[in-house]
């Protein structure tokens, strides 16, 4: 049951859009927690006159220090959170042979489809929330209790690619600690025309790390920006949860190419597990009334709205001329992917801090505690937005 929400103390600025976030960055009262999307740092630049796709992880977190953020922790660290859960999730209905097809739930655009047009298909979608809303919630719980601080006072803020994660933030069930998950949420354009009002020289600042324990992340959590991330993030932690052995392979080409409908079967020990990445509702529609026939043969679909996935998100940098969008698309998407073979941890379940945030505060996936924070509900929307 969702109990009474606590309005914070934040709720006098009635933040919304840049322009507030501007004046609750300048209260002493707040506590301000940031997180950034995967897709944000291989985009952010480009509206500093830096080449489409330039991966400057180091320059946003140094930005957001310098716009007032007291943490800048991070939505990968949340994207591995997910995919502690979300693989859990998938290997729990594999084993009891329950709901499957399960499909991915981190892309609210096609949450929101799912509950207006296909309602009957509901239980069809894992019950996590997405990396955002698992970031936030866990800001103001386990991070709340590590920097000593009252939830009420804490300021929790995203930057996303697309508009749809401020309506996914304002959903009424997405405040299972009694204090919302995500206050505000603004896309990497309003980022970056804060940076520019405040008079921060991008192009020059320094590489700085995000805060940690929760702006620590694998490289699984690192790929959830592009179409077919979610999926080989998730199959490298499924894999070894379901045969208890190294995966054999951590890049998984076969997710990382094509565009519409991508199919693959995995071996993982005896289990021929298969998968469909979907980019664009349009393919969804094909794949659910598959699974309304009774015909659909997989077992874990990855459902994207945008073509591509998060990099091609409607509040990232726009092009000059709409021809320069599919440049700009393959340049973040390989960005995205070296990023991942740069860093020393690439799986989700190897990330020490995740491993940490389960000993110290959740206990274990799919566990009392992970169910009632980072897991939700959906409902029928038939004919609302
Ligand atoms: Fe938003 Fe598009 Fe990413 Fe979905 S795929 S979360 S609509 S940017």
């Known amino acids: 049951m969702l109990e009474t929400v606590k309005e914070p103390l934040f709720a006098a600025y009635n933040v919304g859009h840049a322009l507030q976030v501007k004046e609750a960055l300048a209260s002493s009262e707040l506590y301000k927690v940031v997180q950034c999307a995967p897709a944000v740092r291989v985009s952010l630049a480009e509206e500093f006159g830096f080449p489409y796709g330039s991966l400057t992880p180091g320059k946003m977190a140094a930005a957001l220090r310098r716009l007032g953020f007291d943490r800048v922790y991070d939505t990968n660290f949340g994207a591995d959170l997910t995919i502690m859960e979300e693989g859990n999730e998938l290997v729990k209905r594999i084993t009891e042979g329950k709901d499957l097809p399960m499909f991915t739930s981190c892309c609210p655009a096609w949450v929101n489809y799912a509950e207006q047009e296909y309602p009957e298909l509901l239980h069809h979608l894992s019950s996590c929330k997405s990396p955002q809303q698992m970031s936030g919630v866990i800001f103001k719980t386990y991070g709340a209790k590590i920097d000593t601080m009252d939830p009420a006072k804490i300021l929790s803020a995203a930057i996303m690619p697309c508009t749809c994660k401020q309506f996914e933030c304002t959903r009424e069930e997405m405040a299972d600690s009694g ?19 405040k008079g921060i020289d991008f ?17 699984a959590g690192a790929i959830f920006g592009t179409t077919g991330g979610v999926m080989e993030a998730a199959l490298r932690t499924c894999y070894e949860l379901i045969t208890k052995e190294k995966a054999p392979r951590i890049e998984l080409n076969f997710v990382r190419s094509g565009e519409g409908i991508k199919t693959a079967m ?20 094909k794949i659910l009334e598959d699974v309304k026939a009774g015909r659909c043969q997989y077992h874990f679909i990855e459902v994207m709205t945008c073509p591509g996935g998060c990099i091609n998100g409607g509040g990232q940098p726009k092009f000059l001329l709409p021809e320069y969008r599919e440049e700009a698309v393959r340049s973040r998407k390989a960005s995205i992917y070296e990023h991942d073979s740069r860093l020393k941890i690439r799986k989700s379940h190897e990330n020490p801090d995740i491993q940490k945030l389960y000993e110290e505060f959740l206990g274990e996936p799919l566990g009392h505690q992970s169910h009632h924070l980072l897991h939700t509900e959906y409902v029928a929307r038939k004919g609302q937005n």
């Open 179 to 197: 204090y919302r998950d995500v206050d505000v949420v603004l896309t990497t354009r309003e980022l970056a025309q804060l940076i520019k009002d």
């Open 203 to 219: 192009a020059n600042l320094p590489d700085e790390a995000f805060d940690l324990p929760l702006g620590n992340y694998s490289g």
């Open 266 to 285: 995995v071996r993982a020990g005896e289990l021929e597990l298969r998968v469909a990445v979907v980019s664009g509702l349009k393919n969804a529609a």
